[in-house]
């Protein structure tokens, strides 16, 4: 028999979510996936899942929740408060949570995207090979729609209920957000590219799983902010005709008309979604080669936290 | 110390005032594009999906994704087995052979309800072209259409061959809520809508057959290369044929491929 993990207090954009839905942009079909890839990874190591299992993400605030049995569980993406049954429990490691008993998770400070991994895994259906939510085109998750007060989601089998907690520790810095000129880096003279480099940018409350609007110095396009539609990627970095920048993230677009200046390198993309509103940062260029190299380095570093994890005592 | 790259000159062939194509766009540390003209032609866009159909025949390893658009071609890759500089010099390589001849796609005949919950839009573009409705739907449904891109939205087809009589600019207020199916116009563009949503486009009818459905076997109707018919049909037509794609029993006429 599978159990169930119910949902008795939900905050806002709280989705399911595992490593994303591959294999589908050319027919229009966002990735989606995890706003932040290794939080979300690190969770579901520490509860004995693989990387990319189904989990919780949530915005901003948690909720409560109970299973039906006992089960493993894990909260990562920031700092903030969790109990169970009452008790204060710490994030980034796994907890038993007994049959029966609430989990409680608070609001995150410092951060946006918070994960909870379930052991065993959420088991809802696959569309088109993913349990990922898109939820402005419906797509996957539960009926393609954000988790609610009352709903129930069933969970894989468990294996031996053994918490866990980080050896290696995982560090984000605050360095500047990296970026690789282009694809339409030529639409930008030399004053907005100045501009873009060396002004800060701020982020905004506008911002979703699809997409997040900075504020800051407009950057005007020399040959205008209108293309022939192409392809955009996680971490397209677009500039509308109000100069406001705008980064496509997990639920982003597949396609889009605004001039691209410059992509959010793969490791950064995280850190960037998970700065709460109102926060300056600068950008940096970087090569795309140096870049590539740098995000190996990444996935190793995630791997060797993954890799690093230990048994708690008692 | 890295060095801080520069906007300007890319790889691939390009002189300093004129670019030339194909050339290599970078996209971030996980994709690059091959762009073949900056306006949509046929030409680009049959040169995109002779390339696109190539990598599947022969993949290049470190490949994981592509994405054909109407004018350029963006794949997504894996840098730990390919780097982009080395896959951006093969893509141009690929893109100099000699291509096969493109395949044409089929030709699919769409049946549309002109009018119904878009007759608003469809008596503006009537009037807006000082003609009549049934001179609209003999236009629309004259000319033979090319799916240039699935894009924007699971399943969305933008399609090139909008007669220029009907070319008319979007909506300054995008609408909240446009249902499947929905025939839209969009300055020289013209689409079928896959999935609910918002659009600045305007409607002039719809087609009971739904571009996106999860739950079928395929569970997309068209792909990039296919070509496009509209057939006008009457609100008893489009009552049957909404059931029979309730039902999974619709199927979409294929006049030839």
Redesign the interface.
């Known amino acids: 028999m599978k159990a169930l993990l119910s949902i008795h207090r939900s905050g806002p954009l709280m989705s399911v979510q595992d490593g994303g839905r591959y294999g589908f942009r050319a027919r229009g079909v966002s990735t989606s996936g995890a706003m932040d890839r290794d939080a979300h990874a690190i969770a579901n190591a520490l509860v004995s899942n693989e990387p990319g299992a189904a989990a919780i993400e949530f915005a901003l605030i948690g909720g409560a929740f109970t299973a039906d049995r006992d089960v493993l569980v894990a909260v990562t993406g920031g700092r903030c408060a969790i109990d169970i049954a009452g008790k204060a429990v710490a994030t980034w490691e796994s907890h038993l949570l007994k049959a029966g008993e609430t989990l409680t998770i608070g609001a995150l400070r410092g951060a946006v995207w918070g994960y909870l991994a379930i052991s065993g895994g959420i088991t809802i259906p696959e569309v088109l090979g993913s349990r990922s939510t898109h939820l402005r085109t419906a797509v996957g998750g539960l009926d393609g729609r954000v988790i609610a007060s009352g709903d129930i989601l069933p969970l894989g089998e468990t294996g031996k209920l053994k918490s866990r907690m980080l050896g290696t520790p995982y560090l984000r810095g605050n360095a500047p957000i990296a970026v690789i000129p282009g694809p339409q880096d030529d639409y930008f003279d030399e004053s907005a590219w100045k501009t873009f480099l060396r002004q800060p940018y701020r982020t905004t409350t506008s911002r979703d799983r699809m997409a997040m609007v900075l504020d800051g110095p407009a950057l005007s396009a020399l040959k205008g902010h209108d293309i022939v539609s192409d392809a955009t990627v996680v971490g397209s970095i677009q500039v509308p005709g109000s100069g406001k920048p705008i980064v496509l993230t997990a639920d982003g677009q597949t396609t889009g008309g605004y001039p691209k200046i410059a992509t959010i390198v793969s490791f950064d993309l995280a850190r960037l979604a998970q700065l709460p509103a109102g926060q300056d940062f600068m950008f940096r260029a970087i090569s795309a080669d140096m870049a590539e190299e740098q995000a190996i380095h990444a996935q190793d570093r995630l791997s060797a936290v993954i890799g690093g994890l230990k048994k708690k005592k008692g | 110390m890295?060095?801080?790259?520069?906007?300007?000159p890319?790889s691939g062939p390009e002189t300093i005032n004129e670019i030339s194509y194909p050339r290599i766009?970078?996209?971030?540390?996980?994709?690059?594009?091959i762009?073949f003209s900056?306006?949509?032609s046929e030409a680009a866009n049959l040169k995109v999906l002779s390339l696109d159909a190539s990598l599947a025949a022969e993949p290049i390893d470190g490949i994981?994704?592509?994405?054909?658009?109407?004018?350029?071609l963006?794949v997504?890759y894996d840098?730990?087995t390919v780097?982009?500089?080395s896959l951006g010099e093969q893509l141009l390589q690929r893109a100099a052979q000699d291509a096969a001849a493109p395949d044409t796609g089929r030709l699919l005949e769409f049946p549309v309800f002109y009018g119904g919950e878009h007759q608003a839009d469809f008596d503006e573009i009537a009037e807006l072209k000082n003609t009549t409705a049934a001179d609209v739907i003999a236009l629309h449904s004259s000319a033979e259409y090319r799916v240039y891109?699935?894009?924007?939205?699971?399943?969305?087809a933008?399609l090139g061959g909008l007669p220029e009589i009907l070319h008319t600019p979007r909506l300054a207020v995008p609408r909240q809520r446009i249902e499947a199916g929905a025939i839209g116009i969009g300055g020289r563009q013209s689409s079928i809508n896959?999935?609910p949503?918002p659009s600045g486009w305007r409607f002039i009818g719809r087609t009971p057959f739904k571009l996106?459905d999860?739950a079928r076997t395929e569970?997309?109707l068209l792909?990039?290369g296919d070509r496009i018919t509209f057939r006008s049909i009457d609100i008893d037509e489009a009552r049957e044929l909404d059931e029979k794609v309730a039902a999974g029993t619709a199927e979409l006429k294929e006049i030839a491929r």
């Open positions: 890295p060095v801080t790259p520069r906007p300007g890319r766009l970078r996209c971030g540390d996980r994709a690059i594009g762009e900056d306006t949509v994981l994704e592509t994405i054909p658009t109407y004018r350029s963006t997504i840098p730990k780097r982009g500089a891109m699935i894009g924007f939205a699971p399943g969305f933008y896959s999935v949503g996106f999860p569970a997309f792909k990039a």
